[in-house]
T-cell receptor, first 109, second 112 residues
Framework: EDQVTQSPEALRLQEGESSSLNCSYTVSGLRGLFWYRQDPGKGPEFLFTLYSAGEEKEKERLKATLTKKESFLHITAPKPEDSATYLCAVQSPGNQFYFGTGTSLTVIP | IAGITQAPTSQILAAGRRMTLRCTQDMRHNAMYWYRQDLGLGLRLIHYSNTAGTTGKGEVPDGYSVSRANTDDFPLTLASAVPSQTSVYFC???????????FGPGTRLTVL
């Protein structure tokens, strides 16, 4: 069964304190892994797509990496405006998309 | 407009009533999707459409139907609403089935 598990469920960081969010997945024939950011009361906003193990993508303070079993979203020197829920999703060969339940990040000034 | 719009923003509905959630995109994206988001369960795919005229079932399609008569619109219909369909519904679109998805603002639906 295709599954996505994100950890931790919630994370509180001091401003400037770097950390990583984890997304573990089990899917046969991964077609893509996606990271989104979701602010309260809004729809998810796209961050990154990763297609193969070893691939990395960066955007400002965020860096996403991918292995055959998991992906990490590294946050370097976070700021309060990085506070949000971060969602991971995988696409299976059957064109199905499976989302994790997210990591709620709070960055304290 | 630019992006995806959904209507209504929120709705309270009596059980057994029929309801259509509307979704329109102006990006000329080929693929469109409907998700529901529930606390503790995350986003779950209900139905999708890879191109106008075609639709497919997602993870939780029961009780819902969709149509894709043209590129821009992808309505989701609840034929006879039940309380377990209380949720926040998000519509999304992507250039093709392999690309990142752009999400609408959501519709908060309560079925009593």
């Amino acid at each position: 069964e295709d599954q996505v598990t994100q950890s931790p469920e919630a994370l509180r960081l001091q401003e400037g304190e770097s950390s990583s969010l984890n997304c573990s997945y089990t899917v046969s024939g991964l077609r893509g892994l996606f990271w989104y950011r979701q602010d309260p009361g809004k729809g998810p906003e796209f961050l990154f797509t990763l297609y193969s193990a070893g691939e990395e993508k960066e955007k400002e303070r965020l860096k996403a990496t991918l292995t055959k079993k998991e992906s990490f979203l590294h946050i370097t020197a976070p700021k309060p405006e990085d506070s949000a829920t971060y969602l991971c999703a995988v696409q299976s060969p059957g064109n199905q998309f499976y989302f994790g339940t997210g990591t709620s990040l709070t960055v304290i000034p | 407009i630019a992006g995806i719009t959904q209507a209504p923003t929120s709705q309270i509905l009596a059980a057994g009533r029929r309801m259509t959630l509307r979704c329109t995109q102006d990006m000329r994206h080929n693929a469109m999707y409907w998700y529901r988001q529930d606390l503790g369960l995350g986003l779950r795919l209900i139905h999708y459409s890879n191109t106008a005229g075609t639709t497919g079932k997602g993870e939780v399609p029961d009780g819902y139907s969709v149509s894709r008569a043209n590129t821009d619109d992808f309505p989701l219909t609840l034929a006879s609403a039940v309380p377990s369909q209380t949720s926040v519904y998000f519509c999304a679109s992507s250039r093709s089935g392999n690309n990142e998805q752009f999400f609408g603002p959501g519709t908060r639906l309560t079925v009593l």
